[in-house]
Structures are given as C-alpha cells and as structure tokens.
Antibody, heavy 119, light 109 residues
Framework: EVQLLDSGGGWVQPGGSLRLSCAAS????????MTWVRQAPGKGLEWVSA????????YYADSVRGRFTISRDNARNTVYLQMYSLRPEDAAIYYC????????????WGQGTLVTVSS | QSALTQPPSASGSPGQSVTISCTGT?????????VSWYQQHPGKVPKLMIY???NRPSGVPDRFSGSKSGNTASLTVSGLQAEDEADYYC?????????FGGGTKLTVL
C-alpha cells in the first residue's frame, strides 16, 4: 500500500525557515519523481516544486524559486522541502505527492502538513 | 505564470451530465497532452481522476472523461451522483513547471 507521511509544518515568523519531510513507502521510491503542492486555507491548489527520481533535476514555481530547496534521500525513502525567507503568502497546507508513472499527474498524496507564517 | 481558468461553479441534477472547462494558453494546455484533473472533497486530499488529457487511473469510474481542444481542456461527468459533489481542479505542464486551475465547485442539485 502506498503511503506518504508529511511532517515538519508549524508556525514561523516572516523571514523564518522550516524543513518539511515526506516519508514514503509501498512503492519503488528511487524510481519515482516526487512533487510538493500547497493549498492556502480555503484556496486552490498551487504546484510548488518537483524532483526527478535520482534527484538530478529539480523544478520550482516562480513564487518560491530561490527561497525553497527540494531534495531527496533515496536510502531513507524521504523527500524534503527546505523553506527559507518565508512570507505570509507561503502559509498553506503542504502536500507531497507521488508522480503517476512518468507523467506530471499525482496519483497519491500525503495527508498534508500545515505551515503558518505570521508575526 | 497565471493559473488556468476554470468556472467557479457548475451544477447538475442526478443522472445528468456536466462539463467543466479549463482554459490555458499555447504555452501550457495547448502545448502538451499533460492535462490532469483532480477531485477534492471538503477536508480531504485531492484525488487524481484523469491524466494525460483523457486517461483514467484504475478505480476511477468511466463516468469521468476528459478531452482537449486547442488551449481548452474539459472534464465531463456523466450520470451525476451525489458523491460527485466536490471541488475539481485541472492542471497542465507548462514548460518546467506545472500550473493548476483555480478550481470548480460542482454541486449536485
């Protein structure tokens, strides 16, 4: 059974940092691209970042490029999202998601971890 | 990049069909056959309903179908059922990023 367990969210002041983690199981993690998607409370989905199976290619939304870093540890079946210089508009539920085969569709989602940015 | 354009709401009666549109540009929806659709019930995580324009993952009823013409993709739900009431989001590859639509709230009357 595919499982994605998001963690690491919390409250942070503007300008602060957080690192999100997503522990995966139930599939061949090292052969699967992974993605982070966020959703502000009451708002729609926003694609944030993605990483290729071996981590050699990373992709970012314009809104987070230069502030967020995606990485993965295939030995630990975990993908990370390091977030720096957080802004109030970064506040959201952050979901990690498993890419559906070699597509840019997301077939499994974590339960989400809430990031709150306020002073 | 701007979000893909979806109608804020759509509705239909049980048994009817409803189509939700998703309009992008020649740089996203029009450029790639990588349009996906997600269903999200309140308080739940999104669920993949359609990928690569018109493909259904296993377990998704064939009442759900997808298509694309030019810069506009569409999701059609046939034989509406009460449990189809949810928010629906489209997404598309857009070069080195992915963009989502703003979402459509589907109400089953």
């Amino acid at each position: 059974e595919v499982q994605l367990l998001d963690s690491g969210g919390g409250w942070v002041q503007p300008g602060g940092s957080l690192r999100l983690s997503c522990a995966a199981s139930g599939f061949d993690f090292s052969a699967t691209a992974m993605t982070w998607v966020r959703q502000a409370p009451g708002k729609g989905l926003e694609w944030v970042s993605a990483i290729s199976p071996r981590g050699e290619n990373v992709y970012y939304a314009d809104s987070v490029r230069g502030r967020f870093t995606i990485s993965r540890d295939n030995a630990r079946n975990t993908v990370y999202l390091q977030m720096y210089s957080l802004r109030p508009e970064d506040a959201a539920i952050y979901y990690c998601a498993k890419n559906h085969y070699a597509t840019v569709a997301y077939s499994y989602w974590g339960q989400g971890t809430l990031v709150t940015v306020s002073s | 990049q701007s979000a893909l354009t979806q109608p804020p709401s759509a509705s239909g009666s049980p048994g009817q069909s409803v189509t939700i549109s998703c309009t992008g540009t020649s740089s996203d929806v029009g450029a790639y056959n990588y349009v996906s659709w997600y269903q999200q019930h309140p308080g739940k995580v999104p669920k993949l309903m359609i990928y690569e324009v018109g493909n259904r993952p296993s377990g998704v009823p064939d009442r759900f179908s997808g298509s694309k013409s030019g810069n506009t993709a569409s999701l059609t739900v046939s034989g509406l059922q009460a449990e189809d009431e949810a928010d629906y989001y489209c997404s598309s590859l857009a070069g080195r990023t992915v963009i989502f639509g703003g979402g459509t709230k589907l109400t089953v009357l």
